[in-house]
T-cell receptor, first 113, second 118 residues
Framework: GNSVTQMEGPVTLSEEAFLTINCTYT??????LFWYVQYPGEGLQLLLK?????DKGSNKGFEATYRKETTSFHLEKGSVQVSDSAVYFC????????????FGTGTRLLVSP | DGGITQSPKYLFRKEGQNVTLSCEQN?????MYWYRQDPGQGLRLIYY???????QKGDIAEGYSVSREKKESFPLTVTSAQKNPTAFYLC?????????????????FGPGTRLTVT
C-alpha cells in the first residue's frame, strides 16, 4: 500500500538558517504530494502541493520538488523564522480512485532567535 | 468567510458515555473526513464521506460512528466501545467528487476538538 516516511524530529535551527525536512514515499503510479503545517493547538493547513513529476510546489518561502526517480518530496526553506516553528506533515494521495490522504508521522521544527 | 468549524474546542467526558463532535463546512465541498491524532503520531483516518447519505470506514473506525444527512455537516460520535478515546480529533473537507474526479485538490482542515475521557 501507499506510505510516507519523514525524518525524525525535532529539527532545531537558529533563525535565518536553511531548512530541509526529508520526505520519501511509496506508491504505485503517480500520486499527488502535499506538505501540511500544524501550529500548536490548531488543525492542519495546506502549505504546498505538487501533482506530477518535476513539479515544484511553493508557498510562504517554502518549496518542495516532486522527484519521481528518488520518490521524494523534501521540504526546504532558505531562511527560517521563529514563526515557522510548527509540526510539518508530508502526505500523498493515490493516483487512482477516491482521494484518501496518507500522512507521514510529522516532523517538529523548533526555531530559536 | 468560508471554512470548517469544529465545536467544542475542548471536550471532557466520563468513561462509558457517548459523545458527539460537531463538524460544519460552508465550502460547498462534497467530501468530508474525520481523523484522529495522538501525541507524536501522524493522522489516522476514522471515517470519510464522498457524498451526502454515504460514508465509508477508514483505518480505525471501530468504536466510532458518523452520519452525513447534509452536505455541510459530518458529526462524529465516539461511543463507549472505543477503548482509548482521548485524542485530538480533526475534521477535513475537500472538493473531490465521487469516482475520483478533482482528486488532486488536497484537504482543508478544521481547528480540531481535543477530547479527554476520564
Amino acid at each position: 500500500g501507499n506510505s510516507v516516511t519523514q525524518m525524525e524530529g525535532p529539527v532545531t535551527l537558529s533563525e535565518e538558517a536553511f531548512l530541509t525536512i526529508n520526505c520519501t514515499y511509496t506508491a504505485t503510479g503517480y500520486p499527488s504530494l502535499f506538505w501540511y503545517v500544524q501550529y500548536p493547538g490548531e488543525g492542519l493547513q495546506l502549505l504546498l502541493k505538487a501533482t506530477k513529476a518535476d513539479d515544484k510546489g511553493s508557498n510562504k518561502g517554502f518549496e518542495a520538488t516532486y522527484r519521481k526517480e528518488t520518490t521524494s518530496f523534501h521540504l526546504e526553506k532558505g531562511s527560517v523564522q521563529v514563526s515557522d516553528s510548527a509540526v510539518y506533515f508530508c502526505a500523498l494521495s493515490g493516483s487512482t480512485g477516491f482521494q484518501k490522504l496518507v500522512f507521514g508521522t510529522g516532523t517538529r521544527l523548533l526555531v530559536s532567535p | 468567510d468560508g471554512g470548517i468549524t469544529q465545536s467544542p474546542k475542548y471536550l471532557f467526558r466520563k468513561e462509558g458515555q457517548n459523545v458527539t463532535l460537531s463538524c460544519e463546512q460552508n465550502l460547498n465541498h462534497d467530501a468530508m473526513y474525520w481523523y484522529r491524532q495522538d501525541p507524536g503520531q501522524g493522522l489516522r483516518l476514522i471515517y470519510y464521506s464522498q457524498i451526502v447519505n454515504d460514508f465509508q470506514k477508514g483505518d480505525i473506525a471501530e468504536g466510532y460512528s458518523v452520519s452525513r444527512e447534509k452536505k455541510e455537516s459530518f458529526p462524529l460520535t465516539v461511543t463507549s466501545a472505543q477503548k482509548n478515546p482521548t485524542a485530538f480529533y480533526l475534521c477535513a473537507s475537500s472538493p473531490d467528487k465521487p469516482r475520483g474526479l478533482l482528486r488532486q485538490s488536497g484537504q482543508y482542515f478544521g481547528p480540531g476538538t481535543r477530547l479527554t475521557v476520564t
